[in-house]
Structure formats: C-alpha cells, structure tokens
C-alpha cells in the first residue's frame, strides 16, 4: 500500500482515501450486514462450537479501534482479525524501527522507516480478507471525543497514564467500552472499562433458587430465565458488572477483602505499585526511568508512597523486584505479549458476546513468577445488601 493513498491520516488497506468519517461509515455498513452465511459458518465452525452462532453474529459486525500497533497490538490485532470481527482500525503515529523487528510478526526489514500500522496492515489483512481494515496515521492526541463514537470498543496499548485518561473519557462520554493495556519485558497489565456490561452465564438449573441480588460492590445478578437443552433444565443468569475509569482505578484502594488481611496483602504483588510508580513518574518527566542516579531514586521514592498508599506490607516492596521491573522497562518479549495479547483479545470477544466474566478491572501479569492475578480496583462503593426491585 502506498504512501500516497492518505487522506486526513485514515487510509483503506487498497490504498484507497477515506475522509474523517471513515470507520463510522464502515461502522455503519458493517452493522447493517446480512445474517451469517453458510460459508462463514463453516469458516469459523470451530469458534463457533465454542461460543454459538449469536456470539459470532455479534462479532461480525463490531467495529473495534485498536492504539498503538507494537508487540502486544500485534498479538491482540492477530487474534481478533482471526476470530471474524467486522471492522478494525489501526492507529499509530510512529514508524518501524530495527528495535520493532525483535518482537513484531507484521513488519521486517524493509519496512523501517514506514509508519508502524501502515507497514503491518497488508499482513494484517491477509490473514482475514472478510475483516475491513483502516489505517490512521494522526498521532491520537488530537483526535476529538467524537472520533471514537463508531467504535464499539476501543483498545489503547503502550501509552501512559495521562494519554489512557484522555481516551477513557472520551469513550466514556459516548458510553464505549475501553481497553487498555502494555507490557514491559516480563510484566504487564490490562485495564478494562466496560461502564456498565451485561453478560449471561449459562449453568444447569440447581434446587437452590437465584435470588435477584448484589453479588459484589460492583457485580449483581439481575434476571434468570431458564430453558431446556439435551433433557437438562438449563439456567441462564444475567449479571451486570459496574466499572471505574482508569483515572480513578489508578486512586483506588485495594479490593476491601484484601485490606482486612495481611495474608492476603503479602500476596498482591509489588507489580501493582511499581505500575502506580510508573504512571506517576512519566506524568512528572514525560518518559521512562533511566539508569541515572536522579531517576532511580525518584522512581524508589515514588514506588514507595505508592505502597505506602495502598496499604501493603513494606517487605513485600523487594529491592531484586524493583531492580528487575526498572531492567525491562521499554522491552518486549514475545511469550508475554503472546499471553496478555490473547487474554485481551478473548475478553474482547466475550464482552461482544455478551458471555462469561469479564476481567473487573486490572489483570497484572508477572512471567517471572506465572502469574496473573485480577484485581478490581475501585472508588469505595457502600455496602449493597438489599435484594434488586
């Protein structure tokens, strides 16, 4: 695809121009699209023995708008292109360095200095003709809230704290769910902000009846209808998760079942502090920590207060974690963005189909130690005894 097919940053994978409007009017076509074929049934069979034809009609038409196409974007563009979504727009400003051949699958050498997602989308594409993609080369900053209207979820990597905000709460402005996520070497996180999300789960029925109630301070079970499948009485029961913008999440204390144990607390990794740390460092110098004297002691002290504020045990802060979060820091590594790629991309596809839990709200993930522990971080909500009217 050539350079010169570009038109207000946004770009066909044919080259062909497209004005400001681009994804919303693909937005628009893709969700009026016929009803599933006989061909795309047998194209995707196998996913769809997994989560039914309804599920994959709903992903066929979801126009999803994915930031910064590095390691990780790679493995979640794979993953959704692949599994049939209906539209995906690219947005990265940036262009392919040698340092992006290390860990990305979609560029090579002669794509080096070439914008990132306009040197990736035609390998994008071939893996998935039926997907519709577009490509944005305007850095993302001077997008307005309304560029992010068409989309039905919005997926922002690699970027920080303030930048995410910005985004969140433009999506949360046209009540769009929002992703975020990044990694660092052996370490990395994902952020969901879904707003408000209904999603059924599916069991069989038990002698015990649902009760129309809060679950959680941010999960309650509001309706439950039953149906009758290969001679079982199956229950399907609808349940609403409430969520935080990132900006608040990032303020919030640990979930409340953990405040009130120090067994629990010495099991929060020092992940989570080290990622507070990070935002507020870039938020104060607009870029990582360097091995300079100045930086590592302004990073220490920023890790500190915030596991300070967090409430968790000194120990658990380790000198050897600290020094290894700082050493990967920037880096990517494939295995890691390959996990967290497909965590996402699978949340993804649940939220569009409306199946199974989605991640409340913060999913840290540390190689090193094989873990990815969920935790949901949120504003104090008060206590939610009373059974839903």
């Not at 990780?72 to 692949?82: D, I, M, Q, R």
């Not at 990694?183 to 129309?212: C, M, P």
Request: hydrophobic residues 40%; proline residues 5%; charged residues 20%.
């Amino acid at each position: 695809m050539a350079a010169a097919g570009f038109t207000n940053g946004s770009v066909l994978t044919n080259g062909a121009s497209l004005n400001g409007d681009a994804a919303g009017d693909t937005g628009a076509a893709v969700a009026q699209a016929q009803p599933i074929s006989a061909d795309e049934i047998a194209l995707y069979d196998r996913q769809i023995r997994l989560w039914g034809v309804k599920a994959q009609e709903k992903l066929r038409t979801a126009n999803i708008l994915l930031i910064t196409l590095k390691a990780l974007a790679n493995e979640v563009a794979k993953n959704l292109v692949l599994a049939g979504i209906g539209s995906l727009t690219i947005s990265d400003d940036q262009l392919v360095t040698e340092d992006d051949l290390c860990s990305q699958f979609f560029v090579s050498e002669e794509h080096i200095g070439m914008n990132r997602a306009v040197a990736a989308a035609p390998q994008v594409r071939k893996l998935n003709p039926r997907v519709v993609l577009h490509v944005d080369t305007d850095n993302i900053l001077i997008k307005s809230p309304e560029f992010f209207a068409p989309f039905d979820i919005v997926i922002a990597t690699e970027l920080g704290l303030d930048v995410l905000s910005t985004i969140n709460a433009s999506c949360r402005l046209f009540n769009r769910p929002f992703y975020a996520a990044g990694t660092h070497g052996f370490y990395g996180y994902i952020f969901a902000d879904l707003i408000t999300h209904d999603y059924v789960i599916e069991r069989e029925k038990s002698n015990v009846a649902t009760v129309l109630k809060a679950e959680t301070a941010t999960r309650s079970v509001i309706a439950s209808t039953t149906k009758k499948e290969n001679g079982k009485l199956i229950e399907m029961v609808t349940k609403r998760e409430i969520y935080s913008p990132i900006i608040l999440a990032n303020s919030s204390p640990i979930p409340a079942e953990h405040l009130g144990s120090r067994r629990r607390k010495l099991q929060i990794p020092p992940l989570l502090t080290c990622l507070k740390a990070l935002w507020e460092f870039q938020s104060i110098s607009g870029t990582v920590p360097s091995y300079s004297h100045a930086d590592l002691e302004l990073f220490t002290t920023l890790a500190t207060e915030k596991h300070k504020e967090l409430q968790l045990p000194s120990e658990t802060l380790r000198s050897d974690f600290l020094r290894s979060f700082l050493q990967n820091l920037s880096s990517e590594l494939a295995p890691v963005t390959a996990f967290l790629g497909g965590q996402l991309a699978q949340d993804v596809i649940n939220v569009l189909g409306q199946r199974e839990q989605p991640i409340q709200n913060f999913l840290l993930f540390d190689g090193e130690e094989s873990k990815g522990p969920v935790y949901a971080l949120h504003p104090i909500f008060p206590p939610l005894d009373e059974p839903l009217l």
